[in-house]
T-cell receptor
Framework: GDSVTQMEGPVTLSEEAFLTINCTYT??????LFWYVQYPGEGLQLLLK?????DKGSNKGFEATYRKETTSFHLEKGSVQVSDSAVYFC????????????FGTGTRLQVTL | GAVVSQHPSWVICKSGTSVKIECRSL??????MFWYRQFPKQSLMLMAT?????????EQGVEKDKFLINHASLTLSTLTVTSAHPEDSSFYIC??????????????FGPGTRLTVL
């Protein structure tokens, strides 16, 4: 079955540091890939997505590239802010709007001044 | 943007009682909603797919008689935890895909419901 593996946290960085959160996946077909973010006390929000190989998703300074050859979708940001502190989930869906999501375990990011 | 609400946000109940959790899409219709369970420091695990007008589809290992799902309308799905026990204590989250939104792959998540069974 489908699965998503992401690096365990917590990740603690100083403000303006470079961020990488690794994510690899296993899927039978050609999934869409997502990063969701969960801020304290809030529901998950879509951060970015990519629907096919070599696509790059980007939003709020975060980027992730769909790498089919390495089955990866690593999340990066060049300069993190305190407000980026949250839990980040990598996820995939096999197809379409109404498809269920398979999540990674989540990575907590703590950014300090 | 699209909003999904859940009620209650937290609930504490005695062992053996039943608890109902509501999930509403506030500004869009959803023929399908998903129910997830999140354990501390773990991922979200899909429990079931709620389908408006038909029976829910449960994931393997999820007891359908214990976790009753009713998709009463295009904006409301309910999850009832029947005869709850302490091991049912968890964070329950629903989501709904918004076909008319900016992205056809976007699902919108509720803020979650924390259930504690004493």
């Amino acid at each position: 079955g489908d699965s998503v593996t992401q690096m365990e946290g917590p990740v603690t960085l100083s403000e303006e540091a470079f961020l990488t959160i690794n994510c690899t996946y296993t899927a039978t077909g050609y999934p869409s890939l997502f990063w969701y973010v969960q801020y304290p006390g809030e529901g998950l929000q879509l951060l970015l997505k990519a629907t096919k190989a070599d696509d790059k998703g980007s939003n709020k300074g975060f980027e992730a590239t769909y790498r089919k050859e390495t089955t990866s979708f690593h999340l990066e940001k060049g300069s993190v802010q305190v407000s980026d502190s949250a839990v980040y989930f990598c996820a995939l869906s096999e197809s379409g709007t109404a498809s269920k999501l398979t999540f990674g375990t989540g990575t907590r990011l703590q950014v300090t001044l | 943007g699209a909003v999904v609400s859940q009620h209650p946000s937290w609930v504490i109940c005695k062992s053996g009682t039943s608890v109902k959790i509501e999930c509403r899409s506030l500004d869009f219709q959803a023929t399908t909603m998903f129910w997830y369970r999140q354990f501390p420091k773990q991922s979200l695990m899909l429990m079931a797919t709620s389908n408006e007008g038909s029976k829910a589809t449960y994931e393997q290992g999820v007891e359908k008689d214990k976790f009753l799902i009713n998709h009463a309308s295009l904006t409301l799905s309910t999850l009832t935890v029947t005869s709850a026990h302490p091991e049912d204590s968890s964070f329950y989250i629903c989501s709904a895909p918004h076909a008319g939104g900016p992205s056809t792959d976007t699902q919108y998540f509720g803020p979650g419901t924390r259930l504690t069974v004493l």
